[in-house]
Protein backbone atom coordinates (compact mmCIF):
# COMPACT_ATOMS: atom_id res chain seq x y z
CA UNK A 1 0.00 0.00 0.00
CA UNK A 2 2.79 1.98 1.10
CA UNK A 3 4.68 1.67 -2.30
CA UNK A 4 1.18 2.40 -4.55
CA UNK A 5 0.92 5.43 -2.40
CA UNK A 6 4.71 6.53 -3.46
CA UNK A 7 4.14 5.71 -6.78
CA UNK A 8 0.55 7.92 -7.28
CA UNK A 9 2.63 10.32 -5.43
CA UNK A 10 5.47 10.73 -7.36
CA UNK A 11 3.56 11.73 -10.12
CA UNK A 12 2.85 15.24 -10.58
CA UNK A 13 -0.98 16.25 -9.76
CA UNK A 14 -3.25 16.71 -12.67
CA UNK A 15 -3.91 20.66 -12.40
CA UNK A 16 -7.71 19.98 -13.45
CA UNK A 17 -7.73 17.56 -10.08
CA UNK A 18 -6.07 20.49 -7.88
CA UNK A 19 -9.02 23.07 -9.49
CA UNK A 20 -11.81 20.31 -8.43
CA UNK A 21 -10.60 19.73 -4.78
CA UNK A 22 -9.95 23.47 -4.47
CA UNK A 23 -14.06 24.06 -5.74
CA UNK A 24 -14.52 20.78 -3.34
CA UNK A 25 -13.25 22.93 -0.33
CA UNK A 26 -15.07 25.37 -1.17
CA UNK A 27 -18.52 24.11 -0.76
CA UNK A 28 -18.06 21.50 1.86
CA UNK A 29 -16.23 24.67 3.98
CA UNK A 30 -20.10 26.59 3.80
CA UNK A 31 -21.35 23.65 6.55
CA UNK A 32 -19.20 24.79 9.49
CA UNK A 33 -19.63 28.25 8.89
CA UNK A 34 -23.30 28.09 8.43
CA UNK A 35 -23.34 25.62 11.97
CA UNK A 36 -20.76 28.49 13.65
CA UNK A 37 -23.36 31.46 12.48
CA UNK A 38 -26.31 29.41 14.17
CA UNK A 39 -24.01 28.27 17.12
CA UNK A 40 -23.87 24.54 16.50
CA UNK A 41 -28.45 24.58 16.27
CA UNK A 42 -29.30 22.96 12.90
CA UNK A 43 -31.34 25.03 10.79
CA UNK A 44 -32.91 24.09 7.43
CA UNK A 45 -31.14 25.72 4.26
CA UNK A 46 -32.53 28.23 2.77
CA UNK A 47 -33.00 29.38 -0.80
CA UNK A 48 -30.89 32.70 -0.20
CA UNK A 49 -28.18 30.06 1.50
CA UNK A 50 -28.44 27.77 -1.52
CA UNK A 51 -27.88 30.24 -4.00
CA UNK A 52 -24.98 32.14 -1.82
CA UNK A 53 -23.35 28.61 -1.96
CA UNK A 54 -23.81 28.63 -6.30
CA UNK A 55 -22.64 32.08 -6.87
CA UNK A 56 -19.41 31.03 -4.32
CA UNK A 57 -18.53 28.04 -6.81
CA UNK A 58 -18.61 30.08 -9.60
CA UNK A 59 -16.69 32.97 -8.37
CA UNK A 60 -14.03 31.20 -6.70
CA UNK A 61 -14.00 29.17 -9.87
CA UNK A 62 -13.89 32.42 -11.96
CA UNK A 63 -10.37 34.09 -9.45
CA UNK A 64 -9.24 30.29 -9.20
CA UNK A 65 -8.50 30.05 -13.18
CA UNK A 66 -7.47 33.77 -13.38
CA UNK A 67 -5.02 34.17 -10.68
CA UNK A 68 -3.94 30.36 -11.27
CA UNK A 69 -3.91 29.23 -7.61
CA UNK A 70 -4.60 25.44 -9.25
CA UNK A 71 -1.25 25.61 -11.30
CA UNK A 72 1.27 25.87 -8.53
CA UNK A 73 3.59 22.64 -8.17
CA UNK A 74 1.59 21.69 -4.67
CA UNK A 75 4.69 19.33 -2.89
CA UNK A 76 6.84 22.79 -3.16
CA UNK A 77 3.99 24.87 -1.59
CA UNK A 78 5.98 27.99 0.15
CA UNK A 79 4.97 31.13 1.39
CA UNK A 80 4.39 33.04 -1.40
CA UNK A 81 2.12 30.12 -2.76
CA UNK A 82 0.11 30.62 0.77
CA UNK A 83 0.08 34.28 0.60
CA UNK A 84 -1.67 34.04 -2.89
CA UNK A 85 -4.22 31.49 -1.81
CA UNK A 86 -5.07 34.12 1.03
CA UNK A 87 -5.31 36.60 -1.46
CA UNK A 88 -7.33 35.34 -3.63
CA UNK A 89 -9.88 33.97 -1.24
CA UNK A 90 -10.39 37.71 -0.24
CA UNK A 91 -10.78 39.05 -3.48
CA UNK A 92 -13.45 36.26 -4.18
CA UNK A 93 -15.20 37.57 -0.75
CA UNK A 94 -15.25 41.29 -1.95
CA UNK A 95 -17.19 39.79 -5.25
CA UNK A 96 -19.27 37.78 -3.31
CA UNK A 97 -20.07 40.82 -1.26
CA UNK A 98 -20.90 43.22 -3.82
CA UNK A 99 -23.31 40.24 -5.06
CA UNK A 100 -25.13 39.68 -1.83
CA UNK A 101 -25.57 43.71 -1.74
CA UNK A 102 -27.30 43.75 -5.13
CA UNK A 103 -29.01 40.57 -5.00
CA UNK A 104 -31.24 42.41 -2.43
CA UNK A 105 -31.23 38.71 0.03
CA UNK A 106 -33.69 38.95 2.93
CA UNK A 107 -31.19 38.49 5.54
CA UNK A 108 -28.11 40.22 3.85
CA UNK A 109 -26.39 40.58 7.55
CA UNK A 110 -26.64 37.14 8.56
CA UNK A 111 -25.05 36.02 5.00
CA UNK A 112 -22.38 38.80 5.38
CA UNK A 113 -21.47 36.97 8.69
CA UNK A 114 -21.66 33.70 7.21
CA UNK A 115 -19.29 34.82 4.14
CA UNK A 116 -16.65 35.91 6.69
CA UNK A 117 -16.30 33.07 8.47
CA UNK A 118 -16.74 30.80 5.47
CA UNK A 119 -13.63 33.19 3.99
CA UNK A 120 -11.47 32.20 7.54
CA UNK A 121 -11.87 28.28 7.12
CA UNK A 122 -11.91 28.16 3.08
CA UNK A 123 -8.80 29.98 3.19
CA UNK A 124 -7.24 28.29 6.04
CA UNK A 125 -8.20 24.64 4.54
CA UNK A 126 -7.03 25.48 1.45
CA UNK A 127 -3.50 25.98 2.45
CA UNK A 128 -4.04 23.41 5.38
CA UNK A 129 -4.44 21.05 2.72
CA UNK A 130 -1.41 21.84 0.47
CA UNK A 131 1.24 21.58 3.26
CA UNK A 132 -0.37 17.90 4.59
CA UNK A 133 0.18 17.16 0.70
CA UNK A 134 3.82 18.88 0.66
CA UNK A 135 4.20 16.89 4.14
CA UNK A 136 3.49 13.38 2.86
CA UNK A 137 4.97 13.67 -0.08
CA UNK A 138 8.22 14.14 1.47
CA UNK A 139 7.90 12.14 4.52
CA UNK A 140 7.16 9.33 1.56
CA UNK A 141 9.21 10.34 -1.24
CA UNK A 142 12.16 12.10 -0.25
CA UNK A 143 13.60 9.57 2.46
CA UNK A 144 15.61 10.83 5.40
CA UNK A 145 18.35 8.20 4.52
CA UNK A 146 18.83 9.84 1.34
CA UNK A 147 18.93 13.58 2.53
CA UNK A 148 22.21 15.28 3.48
CA UNK A 149 22.06 15.78 7.12
CA UNK A 150 22.61 19.27 8.07
CA UNK A 151 23.51 21.32 11.45
CA UNK A 152 22.65 24.90 11.35
CA UNK A 153 25.15 27.24 13.47
CA UNK A 154 23.10 30.24 14.59
CA UNK A 155 20.08 30.03 15.93
CA UNK A 156 19.44 33.89 15.45
CA UNK A 157 17.33 35.48 12.71
CA UNK A 158 19.66 34.45 10.15
CA UNK A 159 19.85 30.94 11.09
CA UNK A 160 16.24 30.98 11.11
CA UNK A 161 15.96 32.36 7.54
CA UNK A 162 18.56 29.99 6.53
CA UNK A 163 16.12 27.12 8.17
CA UNK A 164 12.99 28.64 5.96
CA UNK A 165 15.10 28.72 2.75
CA UNK A 166 16.58 25.46 3.31
CA UNK A 167 12.97 23.83 4.02
CA UNK A 168 11.04 25.60 0.80
CA UNK A 169 13.91 23.96 -1.51
CA UNK A 170 13.31 20.98 -1.74
CA UNK A 171 15.73 20.31 -4.52
CA UNK A 172 18.37 20.24 -2.40
CA UNK A 173 16.99 17.11 -0.11
CA UNK A 174 18.11 18.24 3.11
CA UNK A 175 17.30 17.27 6.34
CA UNK A 176 17.63 19.84 9.09
CA UNK A 177 18.35 17.66 12.55
CA UNK A 178 18.66 21.05 14.77
CA UNK A 179 20.83 24.33 15.42
CA UNK A 180 24.29 25.03 17.23
CA UNK A 181 24.48 28.28 19.21
CA UNK A 182 26.85 29.21 22.20
CA UNK A 183 24.12 31.38 23.97
CA UNK A 184 23.37 29.31 27.00
CA UNK A 185 19.42 30.98 27.06
CA UNK A 186 18.69 29.37 23.78
CA UNK A 187 20.03 26.09 24.47
CA UNK A 188 18.07 22.81 24.91
CA UNK A 189 14.81 24.91 23.40
CA UNK A 190 13.03 24.23 20.09
CA UNK A 191 13.33 26.23 16.81
CA UNK A 192 10.56 24.80 14.25
CA UNK A 193 10.27 21.88 16.29
CA UNK A 194 13.76 21.21 15.78
CA UNK A 195 16.68 21.20 19.18
CA UNK A 196 19.35 24.29 19.75
CA UNK A 197 22.47 22.38 20.64
CA UNK A 198 25.29 23.87 22.36
CA UNK A 199 28.66 23.51 20.37
CA UNK A 200 30.22 21.60 23.00
CA UNK A 201 27.86 19.09 22.71
CA UNK A 202 28.57 18.46 18.66
CA UNK A 203 31.29 15.86 18.80
CA UNK A 204 32.87 12.59 16.68
CA UNK A 205 30.61 10.48 18.20
CA UNK A 206 27.12 12.93 17.87
CA UNK A 207 28.00 13.21 13.69
CA UNK A 208 28.68 9.59 13.47
CA UNK A 209 25.06 8.80 15.49
CA UNK A 210 23.02 11.02 13.57
CA UNK A 211 24.86 10.65 10.56
CA UNK A 212 25.42 14.40 10.13
CA UNK A 213 26.90 15.30 6.47
CA UNK A 214 26.78 19.48 6.75
CA UNK A 215 27.30 22.16 9.19
CA UNK A 216 26.04 25.27 7.93
CA UNK A 217 27.51 28.62 9.46
CA UNK A 218 24.76 31.39 9.49
CA UNK A 219 26.25 34.53 11.48
CA UNK A 220 25.97 37.66 10.01
CA UNK A 221 29.05 40.09 10.38
CA UNK A 222 31.02 37.23 11.38
CA UNK A 223 34.83 38.40 11.11
CA UNK A 224 37.47 35.53 9.40
CA UNK A 225 39.19 35.51 13.09
CA UNK A 226 35.97 34.60 15.01
CA UNK A 227 34.50 32.25 11.81
CA UNK A 228 38.79 30.79 12.01
CA UNK A 229 37.83 29.68 15.61
CA UNK A 230 34.53 28.30 15.44
CA UNK A 231 35.47 26.29 12.13
CA UNK A 232 38.33 24.80 14.11
CA UNK A 233 36.06 23.14 16.57
CA UNK A 234 34.69 20.67 13.71
CA UNK A 235 37.09 20.64 11.06
CA UNK A 236 38.33 17.41 12.23
CA UNK A 237 34.71 15.83 11.74
CA UNK A 238 33.52 13.98 8.61
CA UNK A 239 31.68 16.74 7.68
CA UNK A 240 31.22 19.40 4.95
CA UNK A 241 31.63 22.80 6.53
CA UNK A 242 29.91 25.44 4.41
CA UNK A 243 28.91 29.39 5.08
CA UNK A 244 25.59 31.74 4.13
CA UNK A 245 27.05 34.70 2.62
CA UNK A 246 26.45 38.16 4.09
CA UNK A 247 23.16 40.31 3.52
CA UNK A 248 24.43 42.30 0.94
CA UNK A 249 24.87 39.34 -1.31
CA UNK A 250 21.08 37.90 -1.03
CA UNK A 251 19.30 38.46 -3.78
CA UNK A 252 16.45 40.95 -3.49
CA UNK A 253 16.68 40.64 0.22
CA UNK A 254 16.16 36.86 0.17
CA UNK A 255 18.37 34.11 0.62
CA UNK A 256 17.81 31.43 -1.63
CA UNK A 257 19.70 27.76 -0.56
CA UNK A 258 21.91 27.89 -4.09
CA UNK A 259 23.64 30.68 -2.27
CA UNK A 260 25.21 28.96 0.68
CA UNK A 261 29.01 27.62 -0.65
CA UNK A 262 31.40 25.81 1.07
CA UNK A 263 33.47 27.31 3.22
CA UNK A 264 36.91 28.22 1.42
CA UNK A 265 40.68 28.35 2.91
CA UNK A 266 40.34 32.25 1.32
CA UNK A 267 37.23 32.46 4.17
CA UNK A 268 39.63 32.03 6.79
CA UNK A 269 42.78 32.93 5.39
CA UNK A 270 40.89 36.91 5.15
CA UNK A 271 41.86 39.55 7.93
CA UNK A 272 39.48 41.86 8.71
CA UNK A 273 37.87 44.14 6.18
CA UNK A 274 40.43 47.26 5.24
CA UNK A 275 38.66 50.56 5.97
CA UNK A 276 40.26 52.60 2.94
CA UNK A 277 40.54 56.26 2.67
CA UNK A 278 38.75 56.44 -0.35
CA UNK A 279 38.40 60.11 -0.51
CA UNK A 280 42.24 60.09 -1.23
CA UNK A 281 41.52 57.60 -3.70
CA UNK A 282 38.72 59.23 -5.71
CA UNK A 283 40.14 62.56 -5.84
CA UNK A 284 43.63 61.15 -7.21
CA UNK A 285 41.15 59.43 -9.85
CA UNK A 286 38.36 62.22 -10.60
CA UNK A 287 38.34 63.13 -13.81
CA UNK A 288 41.66 61.77 -14.62
CA UNK A 289 42.61 59.03 -17.51
CA UNK A 290 43.80 55.79 -16.10
CA UNK A 291 46.50 53.11 -17.67
CA UNK A 292 46.48 49.45 -16.65
CA UNK A 293 49.24 47.03 -18.22
CA UNK A 294 47.98 43.44 -17.05
CA UNK A 295 45.00 44.39 -16.93
CA UNK A 296 43.59 40.73 -18.03
CA UNK A 297 45.63 39.12 -15.23
CA UNK A 298 44.70 38.38 -11.38
CA UNK A 299 45.58 41.55 -10.39
CA UNK A 300 44.94 43.62 -13.40
CA UNK A 301 41.39 42.95 -13.35
CA UNK A 302 40.35 43.73 -9.86
CA UNK A 303 42.44 47.10 -10.12
CA UNK A 304 40.13 47.24 -13.29
CA UNK A 305 36.71 46.72 -11.48
CA UNK A 306 38.07 48.78 -8.35
CA UNK A 307 39.06 52.01 -10.43
CA UNK A 308 35.65 51.64 -12.35
CA UNK A 309 33.90 52.38 -8.99
CA UNK A 310 35.53 56.14 -9.57
CA UNK A 311 34.86 59.20 -11.50
CA UNK A 312 37.20 58.69 -14.05
CA UNK A 313 37.37 60.06 -17.21
CA UNK A 314 38.86 57.42 -19.38
CA UNK A 315 40.53 53.75 -18.84
CA UNK A 316 43.01 52.36 -20.84
CA UNK A 317 43.21 48.58 -20.20
CA UNK A 318 46.37 47.26 -21.84
CA UNK A 319 47.20 42.99 -22.00
CA UNK A 320 48.47 40.75 -24.48
CA UNK A 321 45.90 37.79 -23.94
CA UNK A 322 43.20 37.83 -26.66
CA UNK A 323 40.65 35.61 -24.01
CA UNK A 324 41.13 36.97 -20.92
CA UNK A 325 40.88 40.38 -22.62
CA UNK A 326 37.10 39.28 -23.97
CA UNK A 327 35.90 38.06 -20.87
CA UNK A 328 37.60 41.37 -18.91
CA UNK A 329 35.54 43.50 -21.51
CA UNK A 330 32.38 41.57 -21.17
CA UNK A 331 32.57 41.61 -17.05
CA UNK A 332 32.95 45.65 -17.43
CA UNK A 333 30.60 46.16 -19.87
CA UNK A 334 27.95 44.26 -17.62
CA UNK A 335 28.90 46.65 -14.59
CA UNK A 336 29.06 49.24 -16.39
CA UNK A 337 25.70 48.79 -17.95
CA UNK A 338 23.89 47.70 -14.80
CA UNK A 339 25.43 50.64 -12.48
CA UNK A 340 24.84 53.04 -15.30
CA UNK A 341 28.10 54.19 -15.24
CA UNK A 342 29.03 56.54 -18.00
CA UNK A 343 33.00 56.00 -18.12
CA UNK A 344 34.85 55.33 -21.36
CA UNK A 345 37.12 51.93 -21.40
CA UNK A 346 39.42 51.26 -24.04
CA UNK A 347 40.20 47.18 -24.60
CA UNK A 348 44.13 47.06 -26.45
CA UNK A 349 45.29 44.08 -26.94
CA UNK A 350 49.27 44.72 -27.29
CA UNK A 351 52.92 43.68 -25.37
CA UNK A 352 54.49 45.96 -23.30
CA UNK A 353 57.33 44.40 -24.84
CA UNK A 354 56.45 46.66 -28.00
CA UNK A 355 57.95 49.64 -27.03
CA UNK A 356 57.04 51.45 -30.32
CA UNK A 357 53.41 50.19 -29.75
CA UNK A 358 53.70 51.73 -26.15
CA UNK A 359 54.68 54.68 -27.26
CA UNK A 360 51.55 54.84 -29.82
CA UNK A 361 49.13 54.08 -26.94
CA UNK A 362 50.35 56.89 -24.57
CA UNK A 363 50.57 59.64 -27.51
CA UNK A 364 46.84 58.76 -27.94
CA UNK A 365 45.50 58.74 -24.95
CA UNK A 366 47.79 60.57 -22.91
CA UNK A 367 47.09 58.84 -19.88
CA UNK A 368 47.42 60.55 -16.01
CA UNK A 369 48.04 57.51 -13.82
CA UNK A 370 49.34 54.30 -14.49
CA UNK A 371 49.20 51.17 -12.74
CA UNK A 372 52.18 48.64 -13.84
CA UNK A 373 50.58 45.27 -13.00
CA UNK A 374 52.13 43.22 -16.45
CA UNK A 375 54.84 40.89 -15.24
CA UNK A 376 55.54 37.22 -15.35
CA UNK A 377 55.67 35.42 -12.05
CA UNK A 378 55.83 31.96 -12.31
CA UNK A 379 59.28 30.87 -10.82
CA UNK A 380 59.78 27.68 -12.19
CA UNK A 381 58.64 28.74 -15.85
CA UNK A 382 61.32 31.46 -15.29
CA UNK A 383 64.21 29.98 -14.49
CA UNK A 384 64.11 27.99 -17.15
CA UNK A 385 63.07 30.34 -19.85
CA UNK A 386 65.05 33.68 -18.17
CA UNK A 387 65.51 35.30 -21.56
CA UNK A 388 61.25 36.04 -21.44
CA UNK A 389 61.85 36.87 -17.91
CA UNK A 390 63.76 39.46 -18.63
CA UNK A 391 61.87 40.95 -21.85
CA UNK A 392 58.84 41.36 -19.85
CA UNK A 393 59.54 42.38 -16.01
CA UNK A 394 62.51 44.32 -16.95
CA UNK A 395 62.39 45.64 -20.81
CA UNK A 396 58.74 45.68 -20.67
CA UNK A 397 58.96 47.94 -17.13
CA UNK A 398 61.13 49.97 -18.83
CA UNK A 399 59.34 51.02 -21.83
CA UNK A 400 56.09 52.04 -19.55
CA UNK A 401 58.15 54.19 -17.48
CA UNK A 402 60.19 55.46 -20.26
CA UNK A 403 56.77 56.22 -21.86
CA UNK A 404 55.43 57.53 -18.56
CA UNK A 405 58.39 60.06 -18.57
CA UNK A 406 58.16 60.77 -22.03
CA UNK A 407 54.53 61.75 -21.56
CA UNK A 408 54.82 63.42 -18.25
CA UNK A 409 52.47 61.05 -16.43
CA UNK A 410 51.18 62.57 -13.13
CA UNK A 411 51.83 59.22 -10.70
CA UNK A 412 53.34 55.41 -12.20
CA UNK A 413 52.22 52.62 -9.60
CA UNK A 414 54.23 49.39 -10.17
CA UNK A 415 53.16 45.89 -8.57
CA UNK A 416 56.12 44.16 -7.30
CA UNK A 417 56.12 40.61 -5.34
CA UNK A 418 57.94 39.60 -2.15
CA UNK A 419 60.42 37.68 -4.33
CA UNK A 420 62.14 40.62 -5.20
CA UNK A 421 63.61 40.44 -1.82
CA UNK A 422 66.78 38.56 -1.05
CA UNK A 423 65.69 36.49 -4.48
CA UNK A 424 66.93 33.13 -5.10
CA UNK A 425 65.20 33.07 -8.89
CA UNK A 426 65.07 34.87 -12.30
CA UNK A 427 61.61 35.55 -11.78
CA UNK A 428 62.43 37.29 -8.15
CA UNK A 429 65.55 39.16 -9.16
CA UNK A 430 64.14 40.67 -12.53
CA UNK A 431 61.40 42.20 -10.54
CA UNK A 432 64.27 43.41 -8.11
CA UNK A 433 66.16 45.19 -11.03
CA UNK A 434 62.79 46.65 -12.09
CA UNK A 435 62.23 47.95 -8.26
CA UNK A 436 65.65 49.88 -8.57
CA UNK A 437 65.27 50.89 -12.38
CA UNK A 438 61.64 52.71 -11.15
CA UNK A 439 63.78 53.88 -8.30
CA UNK A 440 66.71 55.38 -10.45
CA UNK A 441 63.92 56.97 -12.90
CA UNK A 442 62.21 58.43 -9.67
CA UNK A 443 65.28 60.14 -8.76
CA UNK A 444 66.05 61.78 -11.73
CA UNK A 445 62.63 62.95 -13.19
CA UNK A 446 60.71 64.66 -10.58
CA UNK A 447 57.48 65.70 -12.58
CA UNK A 448 55.88 61.78 -12.66
CA UNK A 449 55.94 60.45 -9.26
CA UNK A 450 57.18 56.75 -9.01
CA UNK A 451 55.72 54.28 -6.65
CA UNK A 452 56.76 50.96 -6.25
CA UNK A 453 53.88 48.21 -4.05
CA UNK A 454 55.50 45.09 -3.01
CA UNK A 455 53.12 42.31 -1.32
CA UNK A 456 53.12 38.42 -0.93
CA UNK A 457 51.41 35.78 -2.63
CA UNK A 458 47.10 36.42 -3.68
CA UNK A 459 44.53 34.04 -2.59
CA UNK A 460 43.17 32.80 -6.06
CA UNK A 461 44.89 34.37 -8.52
CA UNK A 462 46.12 32.95 -11.38
CA UNK A 463 49.20 29.91 -10.57
CA UNK A 464 48.39 30.43 -6.95
CA UNK A 465 48.76 27.23 -4.34
CA UNK A 466 44.64 27.71 -3.83
CA UNK A 467 43.36 26.68 -7.44
CA UNK A 468 45.79 24.17 -7.88
CA UNK A 469 45.19 22.59 -4.24
CA UNK A 470 41.02 22.59 -5.57
CA UNK A 471 42.20 21.11 -8.82
CA UNK A 472 44.13 18.17 -7.17
CA UNK A 473 40.91 17.72 -4.60
CA UNK A 474 38.57 17.46 -7.48
CA UNK A 475 40.55 14.79 -8.99
CA UNK A 476 40.63 12.87 -5.84
CA UNK A 477 44.43 13.74 -4.87
CA UNK A 478 46.78 13.74 -3.35
CA UNK A 479 47.94 17.30 -2.84
CA UNK A 480 51.21 17.87 -3.81
CA UNK A 481 53.65 20.26 -1.57
CA UNK A 482 57.13 21.18 -2.50
CA UNK A 483 58.50 21.20 0.89
CA UNK A 484 56.53 20.19 4.64
CA UNK A 485 58.37 23.44 6.06
CA UNK A 486 57.18 25.66 3.30
CA UNK A 487 55.86 29.04 4.37
CA UNK A 488 53.93 31.46 2.51
CA UNK A 489 52.27 34.99 3.41
CA UNK A 490 48.65 35.25 1.74
CA UNK A 491 46.29 38.09 0.90
CA UNK A 492 43.25 38.18 -1.18
CA UNK A 493 42.52 40.03 -4.42
CA UNK A 494 40.63 42.84 -2.82
CA UNK A 495 42.47 43.38 -0.03
CA UNK A 496 46.32 43.27 -2.60
CA UNK A 497 44.24 45.71 -4.73
CA UNK A 498 42.59 48.17 -2.88
CA UNK A 499 46.22 48.60 -1.07
CA UNK A 500 47.40 49.42 -4.05
CA UNK A 501 45.14 51.85 -5.16
CA UNK A 502 45.73 53.53 -1.73
CA UNK A 503 49.56 53.22 -1.67
CA UNK A 504 49.23 54.99 -4.86
CA UNK A 505 47.26 57.69 -4.12
CA UNK A 506 49.18 58.65 -0.45
CA UNK A 507 52.74 58.08 -2.53
CA UNK A 508 54.73 61.56 -3.13
CA UNK A 509 57.29 59.53 -5.37
CA UNK A 510 60.63 57.39 -4.66
CA UNK A 511 59.08 54.96 -2.00
CA UNK A 512 58.45 51.29 -1.98
CA UNK A 513 55.61 50.50 0.49
CA UNK A 514 55.03 47.22 1.58
CA UNK A 515 51.85 45.49 2.75
CA UNK A 516 50.97 43.97 5.93
CA UNK A 517 50.36 40.53 5.14
CA UNK A 518 49.85 39.28 8.51
CA UNK A 519 51.28 36.16 9.38
CA UNK A 520 53.04 33.30 7.59
CA UNK A 521 51.14 30.24 7.22
CA UNK A 522 52.45 26.78 6.18
CA UNK A 523 51.33 25.77 2.87
CA UNK A 524 51.14 21.82 4.28
CA UNK A 525 49.09 22.73 7.08
CA UNK A 526 47.14 24.80 4.03
CA UNK A 527 46.78 21.66 2.38
CA UNK A 528 45.62 19.92 5.46
CA UNK A 529 43.07 22.27 6.06
CA UNK A 530 41.26 22.26 2.84
CA UNK A 531 41.02 18.12 2.83
CA UNK A 532 39.26 18.70 6.30
CA UNK A 533 37.22 21.84 5.11
CA UNK A 534 35.98 19.53 1.82
CA UNK A 535 34.97 16.97 4.38
CA UNK A 536 37.62 14.81 3.84
CA UNK A 537 39.96 12.79 6.26
CA UNK A 538 43.67 13.29 5.73
CA UNK A 539 45.48 11.00 5.38
CA UNK A 540 42.53 8.27 4.65
CA UNK A 541 40.94 9.82 2.09
CA UNK A 542 43.14 12.67 0.39
CA UNK A 543 46.94 11.93 0.89
CA UNK A 544 49.75 14.85 0.76
CA UNK A 545 52.39 14.21 -1.22
CA UNK A 546 56.29 16.33 -0.31
CA UNK A 547 57.70 16.44 -4.08
CA UNK A 548 60.40 18.48 -3.34
CA UNK A 549 61.40 22.15 -3.85
CA UNK A 550 61.07 23.29 -7.25
CA UNK A 551 64.26 25.49 -9.16
CA UNK A 552 64.39 28.78 -7.33
CA UNK A 553 62.15 28.50 -4.92
CA UNK A 554 62.42 29.57 -1.20
CA UNK A 555 60.91 27.71 2.21
CA UNK A 556 60.45 31.66 3.48
CA UNK A 557 59.63 33.95 1.92
CA UNK A 558 60.52 38.01 3.31
CA UNK A 559 59.25 41.18 2.42
CA UNK A 560 62.70 43.34 3.47
CA UNK A 561 65.55 42.73 2.00
CA UNK A 562 68.88 42.89 4.21
CA UNK A 563 69.53 46.52 5.69
CA UNK A 564 65.94 47.09 4.83
CA UNK A 565 63.08 48.70 7.64
CA UNK A 566 60.02 49.93 7.87
CA UNK A 567 58.80 53.44 8.55
CA UNK A 568 54.77 53.87 9.66
CA UNK A 569 51.99 55.55 7.24
CA UNK A 570 49.06 56.60 7.94
CA UNK A 571 47.79 53.00 7.15
CA UNK A 572 48.65 50.48 9.88
CA UNK A 573 48.45 48.05 6.85
CA UNK A 574 50.43 50.14 4.36
CA UNK A 575 54.69 50.47 5.68
CA UNK A 576 57.25 52.70 3.57
CA UNK A 577 60.34 50.23 2.84
CA UNK A 578 63.56 52.31 3.85
CA UNK A 579 65.59 50.77 0.88
CA UNK A 580 69.78 50.53 0.43
CA UNK A 581 70.86 53.19 -2.45
CA UNK A 582 71.36 51.24 -6.02
CA UNK A 583 75.48 51.44 -5.28
CA UNK A 584 75.70 49.32 -9.25
CA UNK A 585 77.75 51.62 -11.01
CA UNK A 586 76.82 52.03 -14.91
CA UNK A 587 73.34 50.02 -13.61
CA UNK A 588 71.44 51.54 -16.40
CA UNK A 589 74.10 51.04 -19.07
CA UNK A 590 74.62 47.39 -17.96
CA UNK A 591 70.56 46.90 -17.85
CA UNK A 592 69.67 48.68 -21.14
CA UNK A 593 73.08 45.89 -22.78
CA UNK A 594 71.21 42.91 -20.91
CA UNK A 595 67.95 43.67 -22.52
CA UNK A 596 69.85 43.66 -26.49
CA UNK A 597 70.42 40.11 -25.80
CA UNK A 598 70.40 38.05 -29.16
CA UNK A 599 70.46 34.06 -29.61
CA UNK A 600 73.95 34.31 -31.60
CA UNK A 601 74.92 31.25 -29.18
CA UNK A 602 73.11 28.36 -27.79
CA UNK A 603 70.41 28.80 -25.72
CA UNK A 604 71.63 27.16 -22.40
CA UNK A 605 74.91 29.02 -23.38
CA UNK A 606 73.07 32.54 -23.59
CA UNK A 607 71.03 31.31 -20.15
CA UNK A 608 74.23 31.52 -18.03
CA UNK A 609 75.25 34.72 -19.46
CA UNK A 610 71.60 36.69 -19.03
CA UNK A 611 71.94 35.14 -15.34
CA UNK A 612 75.01 36.35 -15.08
CA UNK A 613 74.69 39.37 -15.46
CA UNK A 614 71.46 39.37 -13.52
CA UNK A 615 72.99 38.74 -10.54
CA UNK A 616 75.55 41.63 -11.22
CA UNK A 617 72.74 44.09 -11.04
CA UNK A 618 71.00 42.57 -7.99
CA UNK A 619 74.23 41.23 -6.15
CA UNK A 620 71.77 39.88 -2.97
CA UNK A 621 70.00 37.47 -5.68
CA UNK A 622 71.82 33.85 -4.70
CA UNK A 623 70.48 30.88 -6.52
CA UNK A 624 68.57 28.03 -4.73
CA UNK A 625 67.92 24.52 -6.28
CA UNK A 626 69.13 26.04 -9.46
CA UNK A 627 71.22 25.21 -12.43
CA UNK A 628 72.56 29.33 -11.83
CA UNK A 629 74.31 28.31 -8.38
CA UNK A 630 77.66 27.69 -9.83
CA UNK A 631 77.30 31.45 -11.05
CA UNK A 632 76.86 32.78 -7.21
CA UNK A 633 80.72 33.86 -5.66
CA UNK A 634 79.31 34.04 -2.33
CA UNK A 635 76.35 32.09 -0.72
CA UNK A 636 74.20 33.79 1.88
CA UNK A 637 74.52 32.16 5.36
Same mark, same amino acid.
Given at each position: ?97 ? =? ?5 ? %????? &? ?8 ? &? ?30 ? =? ?23 ? #? ?7 ? @? +? ?68 ? !? ?26 ? +? #? ?17 ? @? ?22 ? @? ?36 ? /? ?13 ? %????? $? ?10 ? &?? /? ?59 ? #? ?7 ? !? ?37 ? $? ?5 ? #???? +? ?8 ? @? ?59 ? /? ?44
Amino acid at each position: MKELLKKRLKRQTPRWLVLIIDLHVVAMTFLPAYLLIFKLNWEPFSIDFIKLICASLLVYFFVFVVFKTYRGIVRHTGFNDMLKVLWVCLIALGLLSI =YVALSGF %ESANL &IYSILLVHFL &ICSMSLIFLRLVYKSIYFQLIESKSKQDHVLI =YGAGDSGIITYNALQNDRGMAKHIL #GFIDDNTKV @Q +KNKINGKPVYSPAHIDLHFVKKYEVSEIIFSIQNITSKELNKLVSNFENFPVSLKIVPALSHWIDGDLEA !QQIKDIRIEDLLSRDPIELKKESVSQQL +K #GKTVLITGAAGSIGSEITS @QVTNYACKQIILVDQAETPMYNLQ @QECLSKLTAEAKDVQVKYIVSDIRNKARMQSIFQDYQP /DIVYHAAAYKHVPLM %EDNPC $EAISTNIKGTMH &IV /DCAIAHQVEKFVMVSTDKAVNPTNVMGATKRIAELYVSQMSKKHKHTKFITTRFGNVLGSN #GSVIPLFQK !QLSNGGPLTVTHREVTRYFMTIPEACQLVLEAGAMGEGG $EIFVFDM #GESV +KVYDLAKRMI @QLSGLNYPQDIDIKIVGLRPGEKIYEELLADGENTLQTHHEKILKAEVRDNKIENFEVIVN /DLIKFDFKEGEKQMNMKLVSVIKKLAPEYVSENSIYESLDTKKLS
